[in-house]
């Protein structure tokens, strides 16, 4: 890998970043489970890449996942996210840019370009050049003014649910906003979580809450629309959540400060309820965050593999609303670096017609 001055820069407008130039053989732009897969395959097939990611650290999506049941070899995010952050280490044809978001993207006939610059306003912006590029940027969790049937609410900042404490939940009653997978996280972490959750969301959610439908700590609300309103001072508390049978977390709940929320919501069935909790969360799901330039995306914002420029491999969760588990994006990611390394052999990696079938 070396870094040099003189690059053609002429195809991008690079002039607002005052940008080191990098090359390498594979730009690697996302540091998850796929971005990280990709230059683990990389640097095993001899190629040099460089992996850019805004994070002080890798896989931080990871950091967010206390128990996991599907990933082979792994019972938690955590532990996962410092295996490959150390496989990634080891991976001497490997250069990791922490620190930097990939702004642009432009894809040209004979080369990748990616623009990146600093998360910091000390720092320096890099323009990484490379023949091909994996990008996997992830999502993004949805605001409630993302989503169609949610209105009002207006400057209420409603954390993600996988930032709440559970400890301040306890004896509390959290109305959830959508029932999309960090609830189900939780609830398998804290089996002992003494907290009611009243979780309201839309039809197309109803298949995320299977796995949560059968806890006893659950309400599920399925609604056509909400209203959010703020709790206005004055108005009566909230009752205390009813007794679940498991044990508490913790024996008392933490005098901490409540943030409690109202919305008035229009049932699937046609009723009309006010809906309480002592803290409101939004658990809407996720959207993609594709990197500016040269990206092609679908209706629904996502970018699928089949749609990208030939040299540019999109992997992981940006690829597709369906397929987002850890495992499917590490194996995207090992398959995007795969297929850059083919085509720069000019291999095919569709079968041809003169390639005879096994007797
Ligand atoms: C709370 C929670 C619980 C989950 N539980 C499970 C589970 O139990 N099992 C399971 O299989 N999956 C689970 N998932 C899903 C799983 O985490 C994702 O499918 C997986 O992390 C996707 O990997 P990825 O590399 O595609 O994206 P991510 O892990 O999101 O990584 C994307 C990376 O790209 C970086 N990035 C974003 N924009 C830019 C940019 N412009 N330039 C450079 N870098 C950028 C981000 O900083 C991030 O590090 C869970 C997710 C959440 C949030």
Redesign the pocket.
Known sequence: MTDTTAVDTTAMDTSAVNATAVEADLIV????????AAAVMAAGLGMRSVL????EA?????E??P?????LGFST?PALAAAITADVARSDLCRVELG????RIGAYEDRVEVV?VPMEASGSGLLLTAPYAVV????GPLRPEDVGWIDGGEGLALPPL?EADPAALTGRTALVLGAD??LG?LLRAHPGLDSRFIVACPPGDAYKAEEIAEDPRVELVPVRHLTLAPRLPGEPPVPKAPPVPEAPLTAEAPPTAEMPLTAEVLTVDGGRRTLTGHRGFRNLG?GP?P?GGDLSADASGYCPPSRQHPRVFT????RSARF??????MGS?SEAALSAYYASRDLPTEATDDVSPRA
């Open positions: 732009v996302g540091g998850g489970p796929a971005g990280c850019v990611d805004p994070g890798l896989c931080r999506t990871l967010r996942i128990v996991l049941g599907n990933v995010g930097r978001r990939a702004v990146t996997a940027t992830g999502v996988w997978r960090p996280t996720s965050t990197p992997a992981g969760d940006l987002q588990r850890i495992a499917t994006a990611g």
